[in-house]
């Protein structure tokens, strides 16, 4: 069921965002060099690697790191338009290409780069290693990157424990309003 409704729901977003996916990806490329879309190495069900595809809002050869451990000095990475696109969550489209191949879902733990060894083991300890990861999931909704990763993940542990085709409706819900409001997204 879950999965038929993440193939239905991205085949339908994929026309619609059709447009905005081009003009996105001229935009990145007209405003630096590089590739338009950047594809970086996540940690997918039961701990297998896959390559996840983002447009590119850094500069090419930027060190990969988590959001969180951002400071003043990487920030000067942010190309841009990398910050708008982050900040209106629009760097997050091209993941609709994982979702319809099944590497990811729309509601799930976000998923871990490869390099965030702490936030693997603690969601592995807990289970939460055995979901498919999402583009948005219970933790984004309750914190995204302003919360310690503890804590993230105990909300992936809820997620997991207490996962309903109803908690994902109300997930996407939350979703589409703390983005269209800005609230909880760091740029």
């Known amino acids: 069921m879950k999965r038929l409704f993440d193939l239905t729901l991205s085949l339908i977003l994929a026309v619609i965002l059709l447009i905005p996916f081009l003009l996105v990806y001229l935009l990145v490329k007209l ?3 590089g590739p338009g879309i950047h594809w970086s190495s996540r940690v997918g069900k039961n701990n297998a690697l896959f390559k996840m595809p983002k447009f590119r809002t850094m500069y090419s050869d930027t060190p990969q790191l988590p959001t969180h451990l951002m400071n003043q000095e990487t920030k000067s990475y942010v190309t841009p338009i990398g910050s708008f696109l982050r900040k209106s969550s629009l760097d997050e ?3 609709l290409i994982s979702i319809l191949s099944g ?3 729309f509601v799930g733990p976000r998923p871990a780069l490869y390099n965030q060894e702490d936030l693997i083991a603690l969601r592995t300890e807990k289970g939460v290693d055995k979901l498919v990861p999402g583009l948005t999931g219970w933790a984004q909704i309750n914190g995204r990157d302003e919360i310690p990763i503890p804590q993230k993940v105990d909300l992936d542990a809820y997620y997991l424990e207490n996962r309903t085709v ?5 997930i996407i819900c939350l979703t589409f309003f703390k983005v269209l409001g800005g609230s909880d997204i760091q740029h």
């Open 166 to 170: 109803f908690l994902d409706l109300k």
């Open 31 to 33: 405003t630096s060099k």
């Open 93 to 95: 489209i091209p993941q």
């Open 103 to 105: 590497k990811m879902s």
